[in-house]
């Protein structure tokens, strides 16, 4: 209020200069500062260009041309704007970026914000780590009214909430934990717009209580949010059906812009999750689906020889004080494992839901994260461990089989290396034997069994699991580079976004560049000379230490005679 009764009263020009200034380009001056006893009243206050105010604060010059810099690139990139992507939030995107505390957007991350802030409804296919939250969190703080964030797991809500609140942004959650009272409290808030964002589970949607699911209704989002959207996909039709029902959760909304962010999603993925939210036209972008850093590797091993090659592995020296991550298929197979490793001298822990207490769980978990004592570095696990948890140092990722699909493949060896540094991904498989698959095929048909739905249905996500098993294991078979297969399947495309100039101008004044990518090695295709030539356990510790032979690096199994067969 007193800033623009200062504007008012000067102008809107610079007393100094006394340039005509548009109120986003004007400096409010305290003549004298605060420091000196200074007070917040008119009669110290006056208007100053970004120049004149500079001139004032010699100490400060430097954020002070930074903040001229933002405004001037704003108001010329909407100038030449001609796709109607640079909004007029654009211009607040200096102070949002330091109320996250950060300096600039990663790469890649400004194009998904701006599509979202013009109205867009987007999907976005990126790993996990690569700074998915940064880009629905942003545009709900710059838009008006609160943002709905449809969130699996009650953990990942608490941990997102306490990091907005400590940065002072409005946000909550509402699920089944909080009480009656903390419930009404929070929905007053929202009935009050004093949230920006508002984590729930899809069933919160549909909970018995009327006066619940009209108080969310009424709240008029201004983003439908869904974090971790393979879940519609893969949860839709499966064990929490309200995932397939979130288009009508939408409809009722109103129809706001739909942001939906997933760490794995192959193209055919992504056009059934289109589908399921009523968004075919949504924005696809996908980004940084390969992972440079992680060497990997198909090995072709009957599952008896399995737990001996395992061992093998995490001898390595230079695994030591790093961690390693082994998925099972089961709870069976996995503890059929931890025996077997247990009788070779090595005592790791075996994680899966069925484990003890919630508490045992929580407390293996922080072992692993470091948090608890004694610390775990080693750990057997099926493939619910790990969701939401950023563990930067995961050296090795083995897949005791194949996964029961690319995405689930792409989500544990992904795990792997997220601190940049080399690291290795290999996944076991049986050749053309029956072992593997059939064991996979064998769960869907239990799972889809006990699905809700009517027999075609049924029938129809069958299919759906039995052509992803298939699809895995046509790739480990494969002669072909393995990443090349896996970037092909989630249309990764080598080939950058082309922006416009407007875009340009943003990314060179907000954004980074891309970083360059570095293949320390590449998969058992690629690699396989290096592999005929020193053995699989000295390449595992060349890819570990660094230390790659250049001789005969990237030419060996194009023709596809060398594979790593045991």
């Known amino acids: 209020m007193i800033r623009q009764q200062v504007l008012q009263r000067d102008g809107y020009c610079c007393v100094s200069c006394g340039i005509r200034l548009k109120s986003v380009d004007a400096d409010v001056h305290h003549l004298l500062p605060r420091s000196m006893g200074g007070t917040d009243e008119m009669s110290n206050l006056v208007t100053l260009c970004d120049g004149c105010h500079a001139r004032h604060h010699p100490n400060l010059a430097g954020g002070l041309a930074r903040r001229a810099i933002e405004r001037w690139a704003v108001r010329l990139a909407r100038w030449l704007d001609r796709e109607g992507v640079v909004t007029e939030a654009a211009g607040n995107f200096g102070p949002a970026l330091r109320l996250f505390g950060l300096e600039r957007f990663r790469h890649g991350q400004l ?8 109205g867009k409804s987007v999907l976005v296919v990126s790993p996990t780590g690569s700074g998915k939250t940064l ?4 545009p709900a703080v710059l838009r008006r ?26 946000a909550t959650f509402i699920n089944s934990d909080l009480s009656r009272v903390e419930k009404e409290t929070r929905f007053s808030l929202l009935s009050q717009r004093a949230i920006k964002l508002l984590y729930v589970a899809p069933e919160r949607f549909f909970v018995r209580s ?3 699911r009209n108080q969310l209704k009424r709240s008029e989002p201004s983003f439908l949010i869904i974090d971790e959207a393979h879940c519609v996909d893969r949860w ?8 397939g029902r979130l288009r009508e959760v939408r409809e009722k909304l109103g129809a706001p812009p739909v942001l939906a962010f997933t760490a794995t999603a192959g193209k055919e993925m992504q056009d059934r999750i289109l589908a399921s939210l009523g968004i075919p036209d949504a924005k696809v972008f996908v980004r940084d689906v390969d992972r440079p850093n992680i060497a990997m590797l198909r090995w072709h091993c009957r599952s008896e020889q399995r737990a001996q090659e395992i061992a093998s592995m995490l001898a390595l020296p230079q695994l030591k004080g790093q961690k390693a991550m082994i998925f099972v298929p089961t709870v069976k197979v996995g503890d059929e494992l931890r025996t077997a490793l247990s009788a070779m001298g090595l005592d790791i822990p075996f994680y899966h839901s069925k484990l003890g207490t919630a508490w045992e769980r929580q407390e293996l978990v922080k072992r692993f994260l470091g948090q608890s004592r004694p610390v775990v570095d080693q750990i057997v696990c099926t493939n619910a461990f790990g969701m939401g948890l950023d563990v930067p140092n995961v050296r090795l990722v083995v897949h005791w089989q194949q996964s029961a699909s690319v995405e689930d493949l792409l989500q544990e060896f992904g795990r792997a290396g997220r601190d940049g540094k080399p690291s290795v991904s290999v996944m076991f498989h049986d050749g053309k034997g029956r ?9 869907a048909e239990m799972t889809v069994s006990n699905a809700p739905g009517d027999e075609h249905q049924r029938a129809v996500m069958l299919e759906q699991r039995t052509r992803n098993i298939d699809q895995v294991a046509g790739m480990l078979r494969s002669t072909s580079c393995f990443r090349k297969s896996i970037r092909n399947y989630f249309g990764d495309s080598e080939k950058r976004h082309n922006l416009s100039l407007a875009e340009r101008i943003l990314e060179w004044v907000f954004g980074t560049r891309a970083p360059r990518t570095h293949h320390t090695a590449c998969c058992d295709s690629c690699d396989a000379e290096l592999i005929k030539k020193h053995g699989a356990a000295a390449y595992l510790a060349w890819v570990l230490g660094g230390e790659i032979p250049r001789t005969g690096r990237g030419q060996g199994g194009r023709d596809g005679n060398h594979r790593m067969d045991n």
């Not at 797991?153 to 941990?159: G, R």
């Not at 072992?435 to 769960?443: I, N, Q, S």
């Open 135 to 138: 880009c629905f969190q942003l």
């Open 145 to 170: 009214g609160v943002a709905l964030v449809v969130s699996p797991l009650k953990a990942l809500m608490a941990e997102q909430v306490s990091d907005l609140l400590a940065k002072k942004i409005p």
């Open 210 to 212: 009327d006066a619940e």
């Open 111 to 118: 194009p998904i914000i701006m599509a979202a802030l013009s």
């Open 435 to 443: 072992g593997d698959t059939g064991r996979l095929k064998f769960m």
């Open 236 to 243: 839709g039709e499966d064990f929490r059906p309200e995932y």
